[in-house]
C-alpha cells in the first residue's frame, strides 16, 4: 500500500487517478476494522500521507472520515491525541461552514458529542466554541427578551445561567485558539515550502475564523452576562471591551485616531463588534466614547441596514446601562427630526423605547419611564405606524387630558373616532371632535401628512354630526397635505368636501359655488378618477338648483364689506363670473363680466396679509389666473395679464407646491410663455409641471414641450444619452394620450407620440415595448404598409415571432408580388416559420424556390439561404 501511494503522490500524469484512489483508500480506512497489525510507523506515514494529499484538495469531510478510522488503529498515544486534536479542529471548521444549516449542524453535533465521550482528549477549544455557538443563541434570545420587558424574569433566569457558564469558557477558547495559532504559524515559518506547509497554513487559516467566533461569542456573552447581572463594576464588561477591540485592530479608547473605511465593517460580523464595543462603552458610562463609536459606525462602510440601526443600538445600550435621563433625552432629540416614512432602524427604536417605557423596572421612575414610552408612541406616529400608537395607547390607559401636543391628541381622536363609528352615539363623536379640534390647532411643524390626515378625520367627525360646514372645510383643508402622502385619500377628501357643501346648498345657494369651485378642482387635479368623470354633471345639476347664474351673481356682488362671509364671496363671485363668461355669447358682456372678475380678484389680493391662511392665498392666485387668461382672450387689457402673472408669480411662491392652484400658475405661464415665444421659459414651467404635478392635467402639455424639446436636440446631437431621455419622454407622454388601437384611431397626437416612441424604443434597443406600440398602430390602420413593416420587424427582432408572422403574411397579401418589400416579407415569413413551425416552412420554402430558383435580389436572398440551411441543419 505504501508503495502504491508513493507512487501515486509522484506521478503528476496520474493527478487525477490519484484523487480518485486515494478517496477510495480513505473511505476503505475509516470502514476498515480497528485492528491492524502492521507496525505504528507505516500507519503513521500511510494516514499522513494521505491526509497531506486531503488537505490540499481541500476535502475535510474526507480527512475527518480518515482521521475517525486512524485513531482506533493500534498508535502510540501521543500520536493518538495529536490526531484528535487535528480532528477536532476539523470537526470546527466544518461546523462554521455548516453553521447556517441546522439539519446538518445537529448532525455533525451528533458526532462530536459521540467522539468526545469515547476521547475526551478531542475536546479542543476550536470545537468547544462551536458548541457553544447554539448555547449562546439561546442566552442572547433570553436576554434581549428580558431587557425588552423586565416582568420576564424566567427568561432572564435563563440567560444568566447559560452565560455564568458559557462566558469563562468562551473567554479561555478564545485566548486558547489565538495563542495556538500563533504557535502554529511559527511551526509555518519553520517548516520548509511545499505543499505540506501550505496545507498546515490553510488550516490555520480556516481556524482563524473559528478563533473569530470565539471572541466575538465571547465578547457579547460577557457583556450580557454583565448587565444581567447588573454590576456596572463587573469584571465582564473590561473583559468584553477587550475582546470586541482586539477584534477590530483597536487599541484603546483613542477612537478620534481610527479610520472607519479601515475597519472592514462591510463584513456584517466586524460591524456588530462595534457596536458591542460602543455598548460597553455605554454601560461603563463613557458617554463620548459610546457616541463616538456610533459615529464610526455611521461613517463607515457598513451595510446601509445595520447603519440605519445605529441609533437603535446606542439607546438601547443607555437602557442597558440603566442611564434612563440620558435615554430619554437622547430619544426625544432623535424622534424629534422623524418625518415621513420610517426606516427599520427607527419604527425598531420606537418600539423598544415603548415597550421599554411601559415595562420598567421596579427601582426606575415612573413618570420618567412613562414619558419615554410616550416618545415611542408620538415616534411610531411620525412614521406613519398609526396602527401600532393607538394600540399602545389603548393597551397602556394612556391619559391625554391637558396639553399632551398634537400627536397624542390626534392618535386619542382617532382611537375615539374609531370607538364612535362602533357606537354610532352623538356624545362619542363630540368627544372624539373634541380631541381632534385641539390637535389641529397644535399643527406639527414640518409635518403636513399627519396634519392632514387629523383634518381628515375631524372632516368625518363632524359629517357625522351633521356640521356640514365644518366637515367641508376639514376636507377641503386636508387634500394638499393628503396628495403628498396618500393620493386616494386626498381624492375621497376632495369628495367629502364636494358632498358636505352640497348638502348646505340645498338650503343656501352660497355653498353652491363652493361646491362647484371644489369640483374644479377635483377635475384639475385628479382628471383619471371616476368622481372627476362625474364632476360636470353635478356642476351643471348644481348651477340648476340654484337657479339663473346672473342672479348668483347679483347676491354675491350684494353682499356688504362688512359680512363676515365678505372674502368668500368675493371668491366665489369671481367663479361665478368666470362661467358667466363662457355661457354669453355676446362680446360686449363678456367684456363687462370680465371687469367685475378683475375687480373682485382686486378686492380679494388687496386682502392679502401676512396673517392670510393657505386657502386665503390659492383662492387670490386663482382668481389672478382667471384675469391673466381673460388678457390672453383680449377680454381685458394686455397690462393686466403683464402684471397679473407677475404677482401670481411672487404669490406662488407662498404656497406650496402641492397645492393646486400653484400648478393652475405654472400651467398659465406655460401657455403664456408659448404665445410670446420665450423657449427657456417654456422649458422652466414644463419641467416644474413633470416634477411637481405630474399626474395633473396639464402633465400632457408639459410632456409635449419636452417631447418637442427633445426632437430639436436630436437633430442637432443624436447621442445615445438623448435617445434615452426621448424614449422616457414619450413613454410617460403614450401612457398620458393612450395607445389603443380604438385611441390611435381617433386621436392623431397620440398616433404622432406612438410612433415616436416606437423609433427611439427600437433605437435603444427597447425592441419589445418598440414592437407592442408598433403593433397597435398596424392593428389601427390595418391598410397601412409602413405600420405593418415596423410591427413586423419589431416583434422579430423582439423574439415575438408569432405575433410577427401575422404582420408579414398580411403584407404579403397586399404587396406586389415580385418586389424587394414582398421579398422582404417572405423572408421574415421563413424566418418566424422556422422558429414556430419547421415543417410548415420547408414546405413555404419548397414552393417559393419552384417560383424563385435565384432567391431573389439580396439582401432578402441570403437572409433566405440562411433559413434555409437553419431548416436543413434541423431535420
Known amino acids: 500500500m505504501e508503495y502504491a501511494i508513493s507512487r501515486l503522490l509522484a506521478s503528476r500524469r496520474a493527478i487525477w487517478a490519484g484523487m480518485a484512489a486515494l478517496l477510495a483508500l480513505s473511505t476503505s480506512l475509516a470502514a476498515a476494522q480497528s485492528y491492524d497489525n502492521r507496525p505504528k510507523e507505516i500507519l503513521n506515514d500511510e494516514f499522513k500521507q494521505v491526509d497531506d494529499y486531503l488537505a490540499r484538495l481541500g476535502l475535510t469531510e474526507q480527512r475527518i472520515l480518515l482521521s475517525e478510522a486512524y485513531v482506533e488503529k493500534p498508535i502510540d498515544e501521543a500520536s493518538r491525541r495529536k490526531a484528535l486534536r487535528e ?87 478564545a485566548k486558547q485558539l489565538r495563542s495556538d495559532i500563533t504557535k502554529g504559524f511559527e511551526e509555518v515559518d519553520r517548516m520548509p515550502s511545499g505543499p505540506t506547509a501550505e496545507a498546515r497554513e ?17 465578547a457579547w456573552a460577557n457583556y450580557y452576562r454583565a448587565v444581567i447581572e447588573g454590576n456596572p463594576q463587573s469584571a465582564a464588561i473590561p473583559e468584553a471591551m477587550k475582546l470586541f477591540q482586539g477584534l477590530l485592530g483597536i487599541e484603546g479608547n483613542n477612537y478620534n485616531a481610527v479610520d472607519p473605511l479601515q475597519l472592514g465593517l462591510i463584513v456584517e460580523w466586524r460591524a456588530r463588534a462595534l457596536i458591542g464595543l460602543g455598548l460597553c462603552e455605554a454601560y461603563l458610562g463613557q458617554m463620548d466614547f459610546s457616541r463616538r463609536v456610533f459615529e464610526i459606525l455611521r461613517q463607515s462602510d457598513a451595510s446601509p441596514q445595520i447603519i440605519d440601526q445605529a441609533d437603535y443600538w446606542f439607546v438601547r445600550g443607555l437602557l442597558n446601562a440603566k442611564r434612563y435621563d440620558e435615554a430619554l433625552a437622547e430619544s426625544q432629540r432623535l424622534v424629534s427630526h422623524f418625518q415621513g416614512d420610517g426606516s427599520e432602524g427607527k419604527i425598531s427604536l420606537c418600539a423598544l423605547i415603548a415597550q421599554v417605557g411601559f415595562h420598567p423596572l421596579e427601582e426606575t421612575s415612573s413618570e420618567q419611564m412613562r414619558q419615554l414610552g410616550l416618545v415611542g408612541i408620538v415616534g411610531l406616529a411620525k412614521l406613519g405606524r398609526i396602527g401600532a400608537a393607538i394600540q399602545l395607547l389603548d393597551e397602556h390607559k394612556i391619559d391625554v387630558s391637558g396639553d399632551p401636543g398634537f400627536y397624542l391628541l390626534w392618535l386619542e381622536g382617532q382611537r375615539q373616532f374609531a370607538a364612535a363609528e362602533e357606537s354610532k352615539e352623538e356624545r362619542d363623536y363630540k368627544e372624539a371632535k373634541v380631541l381632534l379640534v385641539k390637535a389641529v390647532a397644535n399643527p406639527p411643524a414640518g409635518d403636513a401628512g399627519a396634519q392632514a390626515e387629523c383634518q381628515y378625520v375631524l372632516g368625518w367627525c363632524c359629517y357625522r354630526l351633521k356640521q356640514f360646514a365644518e366637515a367641508s372645510g376639514a376636507f377641503r383643508q386636508a387634500i394638499a397635505g393628503l396628495k403628498l402622502s396618500n393620493p386616494q385619500k386626498a381624492v375621497e377628501s376632495a369628495w367629502l368636501a364636494f358632498v358636505s357643501l352640497q348638502s348646505l346648498a340645498k338650503t343656501d345657494p352660497r355653498y353652491a359655488a363652493a361646491a362647484i369651485d371644489v369640483l374644479e378642482d377635483l377635475k384639475r387635479d385628479f382628471p383619471e378618477h371616476s368622481y372627476a368623470k362625474k364632476a360636470d354633471l353635478l356642476i351643471a345639476r348644481l348651477q340648476q338648483s340654484r337657479g339663473s347664474l346672473r342672479d348668483s351673481i ?42 367685475r372678475l378683475l375687480a373682485a380678484a382686486n378686492v380679494l389680493n388687496g386682502s392679502l396679509s401676512d ?73 422652466e414651467h414644463a419641467d416644474w409641471i413633470l416634477a411637481n404635478a405630474p399626474d395633473s392635467a396639464f402633465a400632457t402639455s408639459a410632456l409635449v414641450v419636452r417631447a418637442l424639446d427633445i426632437d430639436r436636440r436630436l437633430q442637432e446631437t443624436a447621442t445615445p444619452e438623448i435617445r434615452t431621455e426621448a424614449f422616457e419622454i414619450y413613454r410617460q407622454l403614450v401612457q398620458k394620450l393612450g395607445s389603443s388601437p380604438q385611441t390611435l384611431r381617433e386621436k392623431k397626437n397620440a398616433r404622432v407620440a406612438a410612433s415616436k416612441f416606437a423609433e427611439y424604443a427600437e433605437l435603444i434597443g427597447r425592441r419589445a415595448e418598440a414592437a407592442m406600440v408598433i403593433s397597435n398602430l398596424a392593428e389601427a390602420f390595418p391598410d397601412d404598409r409602413t405600420y405593418l413593416q415596423q410591427a413586423g420587424r419589431a416583434s422579430f427582432e423582439a423574439g415575438m415571432v408569432e405575433i410577427s408572422l401575422e404582420h408579414w403574411r398580411k403584407l404579403l397579401l397586399g404587396l406586389d408580388r415580385g418586389s424587394s418589400e414582398w421579398f422582404e416579407a417572405k423572408s421574415h415569413q421563413l424566418a418566424c416559420l422556422a422558429k414556430t413551425d419547421p415543417k410548415g416552412a420547408r414546405k413555404v420554402l419548397a414552393q417559393f424556390k419552384l417560383l424563385y430558383p435565384a432567391g431573389g435580389p439580396p439582401p432578402w436572398r441570403d437572409k433566405i439561404k440562411i433559413v434555409e440551411q437553419e431548416l436543413a441543419s434541423s431535420r
Not at 101 to 115: E, G, H, I, S, T
Not at 574 to 592: F, G, N, Y
Not at 612 to 627: I, N, P, Y
Not at 672 to 682: D, F, M
Open 554 to 595: 347679483d347676491q354675491l356682488a350684494n353682499i356688504p364689506a362688512s359680512d363676515p362671509n365678505y372674502w368668500t364671496a368675493q371668491y366665489d363671485l369671481c367663479v361665478m363670473l368666470r362661467q358667466q363668461i363662457e355661457q354669453t355669447a355676446d362680446e360686449s358682456q363678456k367684456i363687462d363680466y370680465a371687469k
Open 611 to 683: 396673517k392670510s391662511s393657505q386657502s386665503d392665498r390659492a383662492r387670490a392666485l386663482r382668481t389672478l389666473l382667471m384675469a391673466v387668461e381673460l388678457s390672453g382672450r383680449s377680454l381685458l387689457p394686455a397690462d393686466v395679464g403683464d402684471s397679473g402673472i407677475r404677482r401670481a408669480a411672487a404669490l406662488a411662491t407662498q404656497l406650496p407646491t402641492s397645492d393646486g392652484s400653484v400648478a393652475d400658475y405654472h400651467h398659465r405661464a406655460l401657455l403664456l410663455a408659448q404665445q410670446r415665444k420665450q423657449p427657456e421659459q417654456i422649458l
Open 202 to 218: 490553510r488550516e490555520l487559516r480556516a481556524l482563524e475564523g473559528v478563533a473569530g467566533r470565539a471572541a466575538y461569542f465571547a
Open 87 to 173: 480532528l477536532a479542529d476539523l470537526f470546527a471548521t466544518r461546523l462554521m461552514e455548516v453553521s447556517g444549516d441546522d439539519a446538518q449542524f445537529d448532525a455533525y453535533r451528533q458526532r462530536v458529542q459521540k467522539l468526545i465521550q469515547k476521547y475526551p482528549a478531542a475536546n479542543a477549544p476550536s470545537l468547544q466554541v462551536m458548541l457553544l455557538q447554539a448555547d449562546y443563541q439561546r442566552a442572547e434570545a433570553a436576554a434581549s427578551e428580558w431587557i425588552a420587558d423586565p416582568s420576564k424574569s424566567d427568561a432572564k433566569q435563563t440567560a444568566a445561567s447559560i452565560l455564568k457558564v458559557i462566558a469563562p469558557q468562551l473567554t479561555v477558547a
